[in-house]
């Protein structure tokens, strides 16, 4: 059983659309989840993290967690075609566990 | 800020020798991680360093992977001998000390990766 699952994609927008890319998890004891942005060949990048039931935004991104559901999702709002890139979803088990667990990541393509 | 820092960005070797990956994490970065990312499939913990010693090698696929980090400051992880299956990206990781990790989120700030191909 995948400990936590992503849809690989790819998920094409037009640009200045509403990205929605979605996370599920396994374990019921997760405390933390990341978002990170990933250009071909370059280094994972941190774009949110949220431990807290409900929306966290940040400029034009927003997490939402619901943690009965075990469900994460990143939207991205007026989508560029700067904002290609894989996304992925991780999780950390929380206490003194540091480690994080990802996904496989979701392709995201936004069309000029 | 310098970021974290891996050395070299491409190994190409046969089966059977040795390849050593180097990682400079953000100075003060107490926690070291190294990560692999084996093709098709999703990044995947090895180890975790807090300053030198090992706070969990869970992830280690087997003993022919060996890492270090005298010091306290860079880390080497040498695959001795290689195999096939240990080709992918091998990404280094550092985060802040642990007493600031208390306060929130673990935040990880990742290297480039060093691709690693056995032949």
């Known amino acids: 059983q995948k400990e936590v699952e992503q849809n690989s994609g790819p998920l094409s927008v037009p640009e200045g659309a509403i990205a929605s890319l979605n996370c599920t998890y396994s374990?019921?004891?997760?405390?933390?989840f990341f978002w990170y942005r990933q250009y071909s060949g370059k280094s994972p990048e941190l774009i949110m993290f949220i431990y807290s039931n409900g929306d966290k935004e940040d400029g034009r991104f927003t997490a939402q967690l619901n943690k009965a559901s075990q469900y994460v999702s990143l939207l991205i709002r007026d989508s560029q075609p700067s904002d290609s890139a894989t996304y992925l979803c991780?999780?950390?088990?929380?206490?003194?566990?540091?480690?994080?667990?990802f996904g496989k990541g979701t392709l995201l393509t936004v069309n000029p | 800020e310098a970021g974290v820092t891996q050395f070299p960005s491409h190994s190409v070797i046969e089966k059977g020798q040795t390849v050593t990956l180097r990682c400079d994490p953000i100075s003060g970065h107490d926690n070291l991680y190294w990560y692999r990312r084996v093709m098709g499939k999703e990044i995947k913990f090895l180890l975790h360093?807090?300053?030198?010693?090992?706070?969990?090698e869970s992830g280690m696929p087997n003993n022919r992977f060996l890492a270090e980090r005298t010091g306290g400051t860079y880390s080497t992880l040498k695959v001795q001998p290689a195999e096939l299956e240990d080709s992918g990206v091998y990404f280094c990781a550092s985060s802040q000390p642990t007493w600031a990790l208390r306060s929130g989120a673990n935040v990880l700030t990742f290297g480039a990766g060093s691709r690693l191909t056995v032949l």
């Open positions: 374990d019921r004891g997760s405390q933390s």
């Open positions: 991780a999780v950390r088990s929380g206490g003194s566990n540091y480690k994080l667990t």
């Open positions: 360093f807090v300053k030198e010693s090992k706070q969990d």
